[in-house]
């Protein structure tokens, strides 16, 4: 049974020099856009209880609260659901969050991305640091207890001490959740074509992830997934649905969806899917391999690793006869460990995870 829905706002009033993601700075379409994610969901949705909701983009602040209500009542919720949404820093006042919050947000997460307002301003970000720092104070005091800041690291003149001062002021905020993302140039951003100068390098990209998960785990966040850190019991609910391998709807431009074996995606044209929402692009009917692989490939990307035992049941093999070669190797390298429940990659091994996790892709 489906637990989990994204809906994807592809709205944006500027890109940032990082961004491939699709959105688009077309608000004349939102309407027409929000009458489509509604045929969209009315279609698919199946009326199970969610445990978790998430909008992302795209910048989903730029919707009005009724919008979000809107959206949020097609849906039946479990009783303790969350509800997400990503919000960009410099518009979100004490009426907007209080009004988010009234109507069943109870989690949002921030981009920061950094505290310098020098950084900021190359990455074309539209905020500032005070703008964090009062959004955060801001949404506390309209009761949110569950805020996640977003930084990337490896940022054009970053070093690892001015990354980890940007750490230290959000963990000072007192957030409860910490996401870190590598600066990735893939085709299509604005710094693919014209390329920022002072890159840290892959090693000081390195340090500076390392040098995180330190100071991080020293404040009591828990390391749970590659890039994410929690406060206790703070661990994002509708991520780990993802991490488990677990099926959800995605609904909207661009989005993909997993359910009834099959991985789905979404036009990346916003006036095609205007037209017709309800099509949408089959990319793979998952056979059992698919979903081994999956299972693996998802499950080493959290820090507690793999469940041999869960595996070896639900797919019917002995993963440590399987993959012995695999295993052997990165065992031996000290990037793969042995665990209580079966395998998680080392500290160095995460580092050079993209290469591991291929190796169990046949």
Not at 46 to 57: A, C, I, S
Request: net charge negative; charged share 25%.
């Amino acid at each position: 049974m489906v637990k989990s829905a994204y809906i994807h706002i592809p709205f944006c009033k500027s890109k940032c020099h990082y961004c491939s993601f699709v959105s688009f700075n077309k608000l004349n379409l939102l309407e027409d856009y929000l009458s489509a994610l509604e045929k969209e969901i009315k279609t698919y949705y199946r009326g199970e209880d969610l445990d978790t909701l998430y909008f992302g983009g795209g910048t989903p602040s730029i919707l009005q609260v009724k919008d979000f209500d809107r959206l949020i009542k097609l849906f039946v919720f479990s009783n303790d659901a969350e509800i997400t949404t990503e919000l960009n820093p410099e518009t979100l006042n004490y009426d907007y969050l209080k009004s988010l919050y009234d109507i069943g947000i109870n989690r949002i997460s921030i981009g920061c991305q950094s505290f310098d307002d020098n950084i900021l301003k190359i990455i074309n970000r539209r905020h500032d640091a005070s703008q964090v720092i009062n959004a955060v104070m801001n949404a506390q005091k309209a009761g949110f207890k569950n805020i996640s800041l977003d930084f990337i690291y490896g940022l054009p003149n970053q070093t690892n001490q001015m990354f980890i001062e940007d750490l230290k002021k959000g963990v000072n905020l007192g957030v409860e959740h910490i996401s870190l993302y590598g600066l990735s140039i893939e085709e299509g951003c604005y710094f693919s074509k014209f390329p920022p100068q002072n890159l840290p390098n892959e090693d000081m990209q390195a340090q500076m992830y390392l040098s995180a998960v330190k100071y991080l785990t020293s404040c009591g966040f828990e390391h749970y997934e590659i890039s994410n850190f929690s406060k206790p019991d703070y661990n994002s609910k509708h991520n780990m649905n993802y991490w488990n391998n677990e099926e959800y709807y995605g609904f909207g431009v661009a989005a993909h969806g997993y359910i009834d074996n099959v991985r789905y995606g979404n036009s990346e044209s916003i006036e095609d899917y205007i037209v017709n929402p309800n099509k949408y692009n089959i990319e793979r009917v998952e056979t059992q391999k698919d979903k081994l692989e999956e299972e693996i490939f998802l499950g080493l990307r959290r820090i507690k690793g793999i469940d041999v035992n869960f595996i070896n049941s639900k797919y019917n093999i002995n993963f440590e006869d399987k993959y012995s070669r695999i295993i052997k190797k990165y065992t031996n390298l000290n990037l793969l460990q042995k665990t209580p429940q079966g395998y998680a990659l080392t500290l160095e091994g995460i580092l050079v995870s993209n290469t591991i996790l291929a190796e169990f892709i046949e």
